[in-house]
Structures are given as C-alpha cells and as structure tokens.
C-alpha cells in the first residue's frame, strides 16, 4: 500500500524526524487558508499522486504570496500529471499540500528498504539527492553507500555515524544526521513499511537536516496491525479494478496483453505468465485466486479479467493443494454462463480432486478446452485467441 506525501511526513514525525510544516488541502481556497496558517514569506505547492517526478511535470511550485499559492493550487487540482512513473496516461491530481519554504544548502538522498538476498533492512545513501536514484545507480553508482542492518542487534551508533558522514555531515549536523536516520529505522520497522524513501534530504542554512520530501509503502499482510495506516488508502490513487479485487481478497495486477490469467499461488501465477510469453502472447493480468478459494471468489476473479476489454481468451491454470479442483471448477462453469463467455476459456487442473473438477468442466456443455499440462495449456490458449481474432 502507498501513501502521499503528507501522510508518509505525519508518520514520520511521529518519531521525531524532522519534517517542514504543512497542511494538505482539496480546493484552492483550502491552500489560501492553509499558507495564511502556515505564515510565509515563501511556501512550497506540492500536487500530491503516487508518483515520483512531480517537479519536472510541474507538479510542485514555490511561490511568494497567498494569492499566488491558491492560483498554483487551483491550476494543480484537477489536471492530469504526466512523469516517468505515471506513464502516458498520467494521474489526476485531487489534493495539493502546501509547505512552509525552506532555505536549502544541500541535497542529499536516504532510503530504506529489505534486501531480500541478505535478508537484512539495508540505509542507501548518497550525497547526489534530489536526482533520480535510478539514474546515479546506472551511472556513478560509487555515490551510492550501502549499510545492512542486522535484524538480530538492529540499528547501532556506528550505522547511524558512517551514514552521516558519507554524507559530509559537519559538526552538530553529525548529531542530527543520526538521529534522523535512527528515528527512520524506527518508524520503518513499528510501522511495518517496505519502503522508505528520503529525496530529497536537506541540509539548511542553519545546518538543520530535514526530509524535504518523502515515499512511504507498507507491507500489506500487515496492514491489519495499523487501522490508523490502511485509513489512509487513497482510492483514487488505486486501479479500480484492483481496488475492487481486494475486496474478494484476490491478489491482481492489471497488464497490457490479451490472455488473462486465474491461478493459485503466486509462483505458479508468475510461470503461468511467463510461458504465456514462450508462446508468443503477452498476460494480461497477474491474478492469484489464493489457496482458499470459493466457488463465488473465482466468479468475482472472472469478473475481473472480463472487465479488461483488452483481454481476448482466459487461462485458468490451477494446483489443487489446499484448494480442491471440483470447487474451482464449479467456480468456472457458474462464471462462464453468468457472464455468457464470448472468448475462448482454456483450463488445466492438477491435484485434489482432479478427475471431479474435469468431470464438471466436462458435462458443463461449455465450450472449454481442457489442458494436461502448462505448455499444452499455453499453447492452446494462444491458438485459439489467434484463430478467434
């Protein structure tokens, strides 16, 4: 799960990192009050999607006045944001947050994620902040520090320092630098978070360190630990159709091919994709029904792949371990005539209760094509999406 920016500043504070004042607003005029509140001379109009890039879209304004604030705001609020994370289509904006200004002597970056080769949460620092993290990896990827912390002792002084000072931290800024990175380990590891990101980081004037910007998701398995975080879903940061999903506890991705998938297990998902690729065709979605699958979850999962106009034929490729394959069956035959299937629908069933699950595909008077294995499954799903097109 994402959040904006604000939300990931109000999480944050909580912990004692340093963050600029600000206030999110819905409407223009909500901007005015919030920069009068605020006070000034300068403050920052931030358009608040779930992307990165903002800036150079033109998604973030300093300005000098209140009328100036609340016309930034409302030439925001509304329009569509296109960057390099939104793709073509870019995201509507429908909140900005308005920022106290900052004196800004230096631009640094600080990210937090598990490195799931080490099996450790691992600190990314560089003094090349306010780029794209990406782009410095690719291109000087000695700026980049790498500090692995042991989950066993957690984080220690000495990770804090050599972070600090990587980052040319001088004096009392090295006092500051350190506890900003430990209130970040903390509000990572508490908050169940899977990624945290600091870009910029900023060194002021005064040699204050502060977060001038901030990424936050979260583990979603954990979500049921902090209802204060789950409340914060933005909805229309969310494809409708995974929004809905979730609400069947189907795990979905939309894509852009035309086969679409229903499987178990997101392992199989994935080979399930893959092959779909060996063959010459393209998924259309990731879409794991999860080993307690019902007969109604699998109705609601066919819904969805059948809400993609996109999609051109279905793959149903199911390992009966814990779920049985009379009930995805069942599930199948009741989907295809509730929804009157036009496309064609090949299924491969494996495991618990197999010889029942094809009996039922079997007698449905379906026109279902029924597979021994993934390859035969891939291969005949291609070959009729082709000959039906």
């Not at 508490?190 to 005064?206: F, R």
Request: proline content about 3%; aromatic content about 4%; overall charge neutral.
């Amino acid at each position: 799960m994402n959040i904006h920016e604000h939300q990931a500043k109000e999480l944050l504070a909580r912990f004692g990192v340093t963050v600029p004042r600000g206030k999110a607003a819905f409407t223009a005029e909500e901007a005015g009050e919030a920069a009068r509140a605020l006070g000034g001379p300068v403050w920052v109009v931030k358009a608040q999607i779930h992307a990165g890039g903002r800036g150079k879209a033109g998604g973030v304004k300093v300005v000098r006045s209140v009328e100036d604030v609340v016309a930034a705001a409302r030439t925001m609020l509304g329009s569509t944001l296109v960057t390099h994370q939104t793709g073509p289509s870019g995201r509507v904006v429908k909140r900005v947050y308005v920022e106290e200004g900052c004196d800004i002597k230096r631009e640094l970056y600080l990210g937090l994620l598990l490195d799931r080769q080490t099996g450790k949460l691992t600190f990314m620092a560089s003094t090349e902040g306010g780029m794209d993290i990406e782009e410095v990896a690719y291109r000087t990827p000695e700026k980049i520090l790498r500090v692995a912390i042991d989950p066993v002792t957690g984080i220690q002084g000495h990770h804090a320092r050599r972070i600090a000072y990587r980052l040319g931290l001088q004096g009392d800024q090295v006092k500051a630098g350190t506890k900003f990175v430990a209130a970040l380990y903390r509000a990572y590891v508490e908050l169940d978070a899977s990624l945290l990101e600091i870009n910029p980081l900023v060194v002021t004037g005064k040699g204050e360190v502060i977060a001038l910007d901030a990424k936050m998701n979260f583990d979603d398995n954990a979500l049921y630990r902090h209802p204060d975080i789950e409340a914060m879903l933005d909805p229309n940061e969310v494809d409708p159709t995974e929004l809905e999903a979730g609400k069947h506890n189907l795990n979905y991705v939309k894509l852009d091919g035309q086969i679409g998938c229903m499987v178990n297990g997101a392992g199989l998902a994935m080979a399930t994709m893959d092959i779909i690729k060996l063959y010459g065709a393209e998924p259309a979605n990731f879409l794991d029904v999860g080993g307690g699958a019902t007969k109604e979850r699998v109705e609601a999962a066919f819904k969805l792949i059948l809400s993609d106009p996109n999609v051109k034929g279905i793959l149903v490729n199911i390992f009966g371990g814990i779920v049985r394959c009379d009930i995805i069956a069942e599930g199948v035959v009741a989907a295809a005539r509730s929804l009157a299937l036009r496309v064609p629908l090949v299924v491969r069933l494996v495991g618990t209760n197999m010889a029942q699950g094809k009996e039922i595909l079997s007698k449905s008077g379906l026109k279902i094509l029924a597979a021994d294995d993934l390859g035969d499954a891939a291969r005949k799903i291609v070959d009729a999406v082709r000959e039906a097109a």
